[in-house]
């Protein structure tokens, strides 16, 4: 049985009522990906270039590997919740996930999700196709834009700098209203030194495999 978070942060920085500067970005995967911290960094590098941020969570066993999803919100919102269809970005760290997000996006979404699978070894039902179901999403939506994130990891130094590849990659969307200087420099704010040169690597990794 699920146990359900649900946290909501404000963060009081007022700017106007210019509509470029909202995004909406539904972020989900498993336990122990970094999706919390992922979600904190975009929101310190949102605070930090002067834009209001709201964001909640909902997670079930992270430590058995259960779903995590964030909803954060960028611009001058007053709740934090996605409505379905209304998503700018879905960022996903597992494929079976994605399918799971999917009530969040529409045709204009970008659909940025890490191809390496976490199979469950609770359970004895087969895993779908990776490649099946980035077929599937490329037949059904425009912007589809599949990583081999863990690999990146794995090549940046560590399969834990996951989320800074995916951070990466979500500062390559031409629409994502925050800089990669901002999201850099929260990143250093909210992790050690030691591993600041892994991380740069993993973003800068995660932005070129978007980027081109």
Known sequence: MFVYRYVSMVLLRQVGDNMDNHYSIYICGVGGQGIIKTSTI??????NQGLDVVMSEIH??????????TELKIGGYNSSIIPNNAAD????????????????????????????????????????SVDGITKTLKENFKHVLPIDGT??????????ALNMVLLGAVTADDKFPLTKESVIEAMKN???????????????????????
């Open 42 to 47: 975009i929101g310190e590098a949102a605070m």
């Open 89 to 128: 970005m879905l960022l996903s760290f597992e494929p079976v996930e994605t399918i799971r997000g999917l009530d969040k996006v529409n045709e204009e979404t970008k659909i940025v999700y890490n191809t390496h699978p976490i199979i469950p070894s609770s359970t004895n039902k087969p895993y779908p």
């Open 151 to 160: 690999q990146l990891a794995i090549d940046a130094g560590s399969v834990l």
């Open 190 to 212: 909210n992790l050690k030194p030691k591993f600041h040169a892994m991380n740069l690597k993993a973003i800068e990794s995660g932005y070129k495999s978007i980027k081109g």
């Open 60 to 69: 079930g066993m992270s430590q058995r590997g259960g779903s995590v999803s």
